[in-house]
């Protein structure tokens, strides 16, 4: 089958050098004889011009060249259309490309492009919004939000901004029900996880799969301060397993379970983020995963 590509960049996420990631994918797109198109991102995350075009130029790759804000609109957008995605991930923590194992070298993630391996992934609605990979509410979220106005997007400003409000940090009510099963939570922060970790290597949630059906609801609880950097880097580490919380709501500092949906009342209007981006809050969050949503090219 022959393949047509179109390349999506954003000119302003992350870190990276675009215009020489830009020249890269021209020259080895061109060696590969692939007909492509590079067109730029947009910030009203508008894609429906696309949608003509993929039927009409039968458009079987869109290449996302950015982070994990650029990746949950385009997907949002196209995700229904008969094509694969692909990712060269040049946002300040690319959870998802780090998730599915994609190179974080543009010219390695570009050969894997290249080699189109495909499979279907999950992804969620948190009250009918789109989410790709982990949205939050809390101390997580309280951070996305002060880092999307800082100038530098890289890792240091997000470890800054991290810090800042970890002295700041107050825990929020929360009421969760899910499975005929609901408690009461006072809560530094929930993590809804269909991808493993917040970006960077950070491994909120050790056990998520992108593609088992399942969500993994990690909720740190209200503790000695602290105590808090010890249990969260004992959840990132791996050290607490999946738990069933009938026995575990009251004695353990993190609960960490899996679920396909949840319902969450947000009784002190905790800050919300999706995918890293931040969003405006509600005082109940309606919470479903969507299975094999689309798909991603990544490595067997």
């Known amino acids: 089958m022959l ?3 179109i390349y999506l960049i954003n000119p302003i996420s992350g870190t990276g050098k675009k215009e020489a990631i830009k020249k890269l994918i021209i020259a080895e797109t061109e060696k590969k004889s692939i007909p492509f198109e590079i067109l730029q991102t947009n910030a009203a995350a508008n894609y429906s011009f696309l949608k003509e075009k993929i039927y009409q130029e039968k458009i079987t790759d869109i290449v996302m060249v950015g982070g994990d804000g650029t990746i949950n609109q385009v997907v949002n ?3 229904e259309l008969p094509i694969k995605f692909g990712i060269i991930p040049v946002g300040s923590g690319n ?5 599915a194992q994609i190179p974080m070298k543009p010219k390695e993630a570009l050969d894997l492009i290249f080699i189109g391996n495909s499979k279907k992934i999950d992804s969620f609605l948190v009250n009918n919004q789109f989410s790709c990979m982990l949205s ?3 101390f997580d979220a309280k951070v996305a939000q002060d880092f999307s106005t800082k100038a530098g997007r890289g890792l240091l400003t997000y470890t800054t901004q991290s810090l800042i409000n970890f002295f700041k940090a107050q825990p929020y009510q929360f009421e969760i029900s899910f499975e005929n099963f609901s408690f009461y939570t006072d809560a530094f922060f929930i993590s809804i996880a269909n991808s493993n970790q917040f970006g960077n290597n950070v491994t909120i949630a050790p056990q998520a799969s992108l593609s088992d059906g399942f969500l993994d609801i990690v ?11 010890f249990a969260i880097l004992k959840q990132i580490r791996g050290n607490n397993k999946l738990q069933k919380l009938v026995d575990e709501v009251t004695n353990k500092n993190i609960l960490y379970f899996q679920t396909p949906s949840l319902h969450i009342k947000n009784l002190k209007l905790a800050p919300f983020h999706i995918d890293g981006e931040p969003k405006e809050t509600f005082a109940e969050f309606e919470i479903d995963i969507i299975k094999d949503c689309f798909e991603l090219i990544q490595p067997n």
């Not at 959870?95 to 998730?99: D, F, I, P, Q, V």
């Open 3 to 5: 393949r047509k590509i």
């Open 136 to 138: 939050g509410l809390g």
């Open 219 to 229: 909720i740190v609880q209200k503790m000695n301060k602290a105590k808090l950097p």
């Open 77 to 79: 957008s196209l995700k």
């Open 95 to 99: 959870g998802l490309a780090r998730a």
